[in-house]
C-alpha cells in the first residue's frame, strides 16, 4: 500500500532537480544557468550539513525507528546517496558537455592547466608564487604529525610525496578559500588553446570581449614542488569535505546567548563529516585513508567526474556581460507613494500593498526612516530576522535612537547561517541605546513585524508593516514577498502585544485578528480548514489554496486529506519538500499540488479561505510555512487582509497567475514525481513572474480595482 505521504528529504532532492532543471533551460539566458547550476550545489551543500546531517544522528543515536512515510533513518541515507550521486553526475555532464561549449561561443572560456600554452602557465606560474604560495599551509600526515583538521566546505588536495630517505607519505594543501576558485588567464594574441569545451568558430564569429578561466586547485597541482622542496610529488587529488553544521542551543549551556551562539559558530568548524567527495581517478589507496582518518562511512563518500563545488562558479555571473543575463528590471514604485504627503498622511486612509521584488522595497525603507526622524514618533519596534549587510533599515533605526525615540529591537541571533551579521547589527544598536532583545533559547523568531507608535492630534496611533520576508533590501530584489502597511488599529495592538510578549516572558494566547504560533496558529489553520469541511459538507462553497515553501507537517496534510474527501478544491503551491500526496483515489483527488522555480525565489506566503461564500471569503499573509517547527516551535505570524481591493487583487490576480503558470510550473504527480506544466489546446503560454514583471501588473492595477471594488 502506498505511503500516505512522501518522504521529507527525497522531496526536497526533486526540489533541488527542479533547480538543476532550470540551469538546463535554454529560455535562460546563458549565465542565469550558471547561477541557477551554482545555487543547485549551493542547496546540496546546506542539505548535507543540516538535513543528512540529522539523519546520520539518529543512525548514530540507535533511532531507527520509521518516520511517517514508511522509511527508517539508514533507509532514507540510502536513497540519498543514490539520488545525490545520480544528480552531482547529471550537474558535472551538463557542465562538461553543454554549458562549457556555450560559454566558449560567448568568449568565456574555463581551462584544465593542461590545455593552456607555455606563455599562459608562465603568467599563472607568477600569479602563484605572488598570491597563492604566501598563503598556502602544507600539512604532512607521518608518525610524527597527526591527520590535519579538513575543515568544513574546504576544498583540498590529497597529495603522495616520496622522501629518498624516508619513503611515501601523504600531505594535505588546503585551497585557500580567500582567493578567486577561478583565476583569470590572458589569452594570448595568436588562437587561443582548444579547451575540450570549446567550440572552433570562425574568426569573424568570435566574441569581441573575452574571458579565459582556469580553476585554482589545478594551478597550486601544478607548482606543488615549490611547496615540497627536495622530495618528489608522486601524485596529487582533490577531495572536499562537508561537515554537520547544525547548531545546537541547549538551555544548560546559554547563560549568555549571545556568547553561546558566539562559542557554537567556533564549534561548527568541528561537527563531524557528512560527505565526501573525490575525483574519480584518485586512487584507493588514498580513498581508504580519508576514510579511515575522517572517521567517515566508505556510503559518505560521492566520486565525481570534474571540479568539485560548484557553487563557486557564481564568481562567472560577476562578469559584466549584460547581454548574457536576465534583462535589468527597475521595481516600480506605487504611484500612492509618489506624492509628498507623507507615508503616516496615506495610511490614515487607506492600506498599502508592496508586492516585491515587481515593487520597490524602499518604501519599507522610508517607513522606517519617516519615523526616525518624525519628532511624533515615540516608538519604533521591530524583528529581525535577516537583514544582510549594510542594512539601510539598522542604519535608520540607529539614527531613531539617536534622535531620542524609544527603539525595541528583537534580533534572532539562530538565523541559520546569518548568526555573525546579526551578532553585528546587535551589538551596533545597543551602543546607540537601543533596547536589543535575543530570541529565546526554544524559539526562533521569524515573524516580519515593524511597529511605530506616533502621538497625534486625536491620541496615540499606530503604524504597522507586516511581511512574508525579511527586512533585508538585497534579497527584496531576488526573492517574491507581500507586505502590507496599515495602521487598522486592531493590526496595531496584536503588534503590540506580539512585542511585549518577546520583551516579556512569554507569549501572549490572545489576539484580536493575528494568527500567532506557536500558540495558536497550528489550532487556528485547522480550525479554518474544518470551517470549510462543514461548508462543504452543508452544500456551501468551499475552497483552499495555499502558497508556501515547504509542506511537510503530518497533521496539517491529514487535514487537507479530509477536506479533499468532502469534495473540497485544495491548490497547494508548493516550492520545496511537499510531503503531501496528491491525486489518490480516497484520499487526495481533489487536492493539485504545483511547483515555481523561476527567475525569482518564490518566498511568499498566502493562505485562501473560500469561507462559504465570495462575500466571506479570507485571506492570511504571513511567514510560517507549513512545517512542524513553524507551527510549534517558531514564533510567526499571519495577518488578515481586510482591505477589499487588496484583498480582491490577490484573490483574483495573485493566485490565478500562479495557477495558470505553464511556463515555469510543475506539477506534482502521486508517485513524488514532477511534470512539467505545459500550454493546452489553444491555451497560451503564460510565465506568471514574468507577468508580474509587465506593466498589465502594477499599483495602476491595484488602484484601478480598489476603484471597482469600494464603488
Not at 539523519?55 to 533511532?63: D, N
Not at 487607506?350 to 515615540?378: C, G, R, T
Not at 512542524?628 to 488578515?640: A, G, M, Y
Request: charged residues 25%.
Amino acid at each position: 500500500m502506498q505511503s500516505r505521504y512522501f518522504n521529507r528529504e527525497i522531496s526536497w532532492l526533486e526540489f533541488n532537480l527542479r533547480v538543476l532543471e532550470e540551469a538546463m533551460d535554454e529560455r535562460h539566458p546563458l549565465l542565469e544557468r550558471v547561477k541557477f547550476l551554482s545555487i543547485f550545489n549551493s542547496n546540496q551543500d546546506e542539505f548535507f550539513m543540516i538535513r543528512v546531517s540529522g539523519l546520520k544522528e539518529q543512525v548514530e543515536s540507535g533511532l531507527a525507528k520509521p518516520s511517517e512515510d514508511g522509511l527508517t533513518p539508514p533507509e532514507q541515507l540510502a536513497i540519498i546517496r543514490e539520488r545525490v550521486q545520480a544528480l552531482s553526475e547529471i550537474a558535472n555532464r551538463y557542465l562538461k558537455e553543454t554549458l562549457m561549449v556555450r560559454l566558449a561561443q560567448e568568449g568565456i572560456y574555463l581551462y584544465d592547466y593542461a590545455d593552456l600554452n607555455e606563455a599562459q602557465q608562465t603568467q599563472l606560474k607568477q600569479y602563484f608564487d605572488r598570491d597563492i604560495f604566501p598563503v598556502l599551509t602544507p600539512l604532512a600526515f607521518d608518525p610524527g604529525h597527526p591527520f590535519p583538521h579538513i575543515s568544513n566546505l574546504s576544498l583540498n588536495l590529497a597529495v603522495v610525496i616520496r622522501d629518498p630517505e624516508k619513503g611515501e607519505h601523504f600531505a594535505r594543501v588546503k585551497i585557500p578559500g580567500i582567493l578567486p576558485r577561478l583565476v583569470a588567464v590572458s589569452l594570448p594574441s595568436e588562437e587561443p588553446a582548444q579547451a575540450e569545451s570549446e567550440v572552433e568558430l570562425p574568426l569573424e564569429q568570435r566574441p569581441a570581449e573575452r574571458h579565459a578561466f582556469v580553476w585554482i586547485e589545478q594551478i597550486i597541482a601544478a607548482n606543488l614542488h615549490s611547496l615540497f622542496e627536495g622530495v618528489e610529488i608522486v601524485e596529487s587529488h582533490p577531495f572536499r569535505v562537508i561537515r554537520d553544521a547544525d547548531l545546537e542551543i541547549r538551555e544548560d549551556e546559554a547563560g549568555d546567548l549571545l556568547q553561546t551562539i558566539e562559542q557554537s559558530l567556533q564549534r561548527r568548524r568541528f561537527g563531524s563529516v557528512v560527505y565526501l567527495s573525490i575525483e574519480s581517478k584518485m586512487p584507493s589507496h588514498i580513498k581508504t585513508l580519508l576514510i579511515a582518518n575522517l572517521e567517515i562511512e566508505a556510503s559518505d563518500v560521492y566520486s565525481l567526474e570534474g571540479p568539485m563545488g560548484l557553487s563557486d562558479l557564481i564568481q562567472l555571473y560577476g562578469l559584466e556581460l549584460a547581454a548574457l543575463k536576465d534583462p535589468p528590471f527597475r521595481p516600480r514604485l506605487p504611484a500612492m507613494l509618489r506624492n509628498r504627503q507623507g507615508i503616516f498622511n496615506l495610511l490614515r486612509t487607506q492600506d498599502v500593498l508592496l508586492h516585491h521584488p515587481f515593487d520597490d522595497f524602499s518604501p519599507v525603507v522610508d517607513f522606517i526612516e519617516a519615523a526616525a526622524n518624525d519628532k511624533d514618533v515615540l516608538a519604533i519596534k521591530q524583528t529581525i530576522y535577516r537583514a544582510g549587510s549594510n542594512s539601510p533599515i539598522i542604519d535608520a533605526l540607529a539614527r531613531a535612537s539617536v534622535n531620542g525615540k524609544q527603539v525595541s529591537v528583537l534580533v534572532e541571533l539562530k538565523a541559520r547561517f546569518d548568526e555573525e551579521n546579526n551578532i553585528e547589527w546587535a551589538r551596533a544598536l545597543e551602543k546607540v541605546g537601543a533596547h536589543v532583545v535575543y530570541g529565546s533559547i526554544e524559539t526562533k523568531t521569524h515573524c516580519k513585524v515593524a511597529l511605530v507608535v506616533r502621538k497625534e492630534a486625536d491620541g496615540i496611533r499606530r503604524y504597522v508593516h507586516l511581511g512574508t520576508g525579511n527586512y533585508n533590501a538585497k534579497t527584496a530584489h531576488i526573492y517574491t514577498d507581500l507586505g502590507l502597511m496599515t495602521c487598522r488599529p486592531e493590526l496595531g495592538a496584536d503588534a503590540s502585544t506580539l512585542f511585549n510578549s518577546l520583551t516579556g516572558y512569554a507569549l501572549s494566547p490572545t489576539y484580536h485578528k493575528m494568527l500567532v504560533s506557536p500558540l495558536a496558529l497550528r489550532r487556528n489553520l485547522m480550525a479554518k480548514i474544518d470551517r470549510e469541511i462543514e461548508h462543504a459538507r452543508a452544500g456551501r462553497e468551499a475552497r483552499l489554496i495555499l502558497k508556501c515553501n515547504t509542506l511537510s507537517d503530518f497533521a496539517i496534510t491529514d487535514k487537507l486529506y479530509e477536506a479533499s474527501q468532502a469534495g473540497i478544491k485544495v491548490d497547494l503551491i508548493i516550492r520545496g519538500s511537499c510531503c503531501l500526496v496528491p491525486g489518490v483515489v480516497g484520499l487526495s483527488e481533489n487536492i493539485r499540488v504545483i511547483s515555481l522555480v523561476g527567475r525569482f525565489l518564490e518566498h511568499s506566503r498566502i493562505y485562501y479561505f473560500r469561507n462559504g461564500s465570495e462575500s466571506s471569503e479570507e485571506v492570511y499573509l504571513g511567514s510560517a510555512d507549513l512545517m512542524q517547527r513553524n507551527l510549534d516551535r517558531r514564533v510567526e505570524t499571519l495577518f488578515p487582509i481586510e482591505d477589499p481591493a487588496i484583498r480582491h487583487y490577490i484573490i483574483h490576480e495573485v493566485l490565478p497567475c500562479y495557477l495558470k503558470d505553464n511556463q515555469k510550473a510543475r506539477l506534482l504527480t502521486s508517485d513524488g514525481t514532477y511534470e512539467h506544466l505545459l500550454p493546452n489546446g489553444d491555451e497560451a503560454p503564460f510565465n506568471a513572474q514574468e507577468y508580474f514583471l509587465s506593466q498589465n501588473v502594477s499599483q495602476n492595477r491595484l488602484q484601478a480595482i480598489a476603484e471597482e471594488v469600494r464603488v
